[in-house]
Structure formats: structure tokens, C-alpha cells
């Protein structure tokens, strides 16, 4: 069974950069397509970012796009979303999932994802 560890959160001035890493326990990661949402207090769970297994097509939100990129090495089990330019919404625990797909070029932002992290908490404050 696919395990994810999420960890790079903390606390960042606005305007401040973060890297956020999602790391999975096993090799057939790279089956998986990988998402990103967050939650903050008081609503709901967000989709954010995806990449498709192959590392190609990321797609994003627009309360993100041109923010946050999203990348993946397969050979290390791990996904990526660096973060830059952060504001103060974007206050939230940040969680990375995992969804089978047959097709490797492919993510959807609207499915959810079959496995997940525990979240790491990310705050923007000055």
C-alpha cells in the first residue's frame, strides 16, 4: 500500500518561498498521479495543483497559477510543490495524494485521490 509523508511547511513572511516535498514508500509511485490540496481554517479542502505520472501537464488553480509549480522524480518517489510569492491566504495545511491512472500523461483536480499524506502546516504571516 502506497504511504505519502508531506513535510517543508512552516512559517514564511508574504512574499516568502517555500518548497513543500511528498514522499512515497514504494516504487510503484510512478503509477500514481499526484495532487495537491490544502485546507484552511474554517473551509473546505482544496484541490490546488496535479502532475500527471509522467511528470508532464501540471495543472493548477488560478488562486495558484503562476505561484506554485509542481514537479516530480520518479526515481526518488517524491513530488514536489515549490511555492513562491506566498500571500496570506494561502494559510493552510497542505496534503499530497496519490491516484492510480492508467494513462501516464494525464491528472484531474476534480477527483480525489486514492491515498494520502498526513499534511504539513503552512503559514504566512508577517
Not at 504511504?3 to 511528498?22: D, F, H, N, Y
Not at 511528470?55 to 497559477?65: D, F, H, L, M
Request: with cysteine; charged share 15%.
Amino acid at each position: 500500500q502506497l504511504q505519502l509523508m508531506e513535510s517543508g511547511g512552516g512559517l514564511v513572511q508574504p512574499g516568502g518561498s517555500l518548497r513543500l516535498s511528498c514522499q512515497a514508500s514504494i516504487s510503484s509511485f510512478s503509477f500514481y498521479y499526484i495532487a495537491w490540496y490544502r485546507q484552511a481554517p474554517g473551509k473546505e479542502r482544496e484541490a490546488i495543483s496535479c502532475i500527471s505520472r509522467n511528470g508532464t501537464n501540471p495543472q493548477y488553480t488560478e488562486a495558484v497559477k503562476g505561484r506554485f509549480t509542481v514537479s516530480r522524480d520518479n526515481a526518488k518517489n517524491a513530488a514536489y510543490l515549490q511555492m513562491d510569492n506566498l500571500e496570506p491566504e494561502d494559510t493552510a495545511v497542505y496534503y499530497c495524494a496519490a491516484r492510480s491512472i492508467f494513462v501516464p500523461t494525464m491528472c484531474f483536480l476534480t477527483s480525489q485521490g486514492d491515498f494520502w499524506g498526513q499534511g504539513t502546516q503552512v503559514t504566512v504571516s508577517s
